[in-house]
């Protein structure tokens, strides 16, 4: 009786181990809440031209934002936008709406319109039930003019703890 040569089997154990390796890693990767896609990337890389006119005309506006976060539960924050104009003056009449996620759960976005409370203040809640920073992509349009920005901000248990 010949002996048997261990390498064949040494080669499928190996290779199988490899299977299950890959297998173990798509699983997490695909069942982690903290991964995301920049939504419509593609799509947004095609207008990166349309985005630098934005900026030039955000520019050109003059606007400027003020954002403060104050928790009002363990799960939620009230957001108070004031919008200015280049002096100085409020910016009433435009309709405002703030995408906001959190930095580690950027595929959970939500999306909020602000209610306009006067002088140029908008206000809205959004669900925060996590302390961190956060991240803002704002959109205020006033007639033909619209104006864009993204402001970091980090929420902590009593209200907030800084910009970036």
């Known amino acids: 009786m010949s002996k048997r040569s261990p390498w064949p089997f040494a080669i ?3 290779l199988g181990m490899n299977v299950v390796i890959v297998g173990i890693t798509v699983a997490f990767a695909t069942s982690d809440r903290s991964l995301a896609i ?5 799509q947004r890389a095609l207008s990166w031209d349309r985005a630098q006119i934005q900026g030039t005309r955000n520019t050109q506006l003059g606007w ?3 954002l403060t976060l104050v928790r ?16 100085g003056g409020p910016i009433d009449e435009a309709r405002v709406t703030v995408v906001a996620f959190h930095n580690s759960r950027a ?11 006067g002088e140029g203040r908008y206000t809205g809640e959004v ?4 302390d961190g920073l956060w991240h803002f ?16 901000r980090s929420l902590a248990a009593d209200g907030v703890e800084g910009n970036r």
């Open 12 to 14: 499928v154990g190996l």
């Open 38 to 42: 920049e939504p419509n990337y593609y």
């Open 64 to 66: 400027t934002t003020g």
């Open 72 to 87: 009002t539960g363990v799960d939620r924050a009230k957001m108070c936008l004031v919008l200015r104009d280049r002096g």
């Open 107 to 117: 595929s959970e976005r939500q999306s909020v319109g602000l209610s306009a409370d």
């Open 127 to 130: 669900e925060a039930p996590r």
């Open 137 to 152: 992509q704002i959109s205020a349009v006033r007639g033909t003019a619209t104006f864009t920005e993204i402001i970091e």
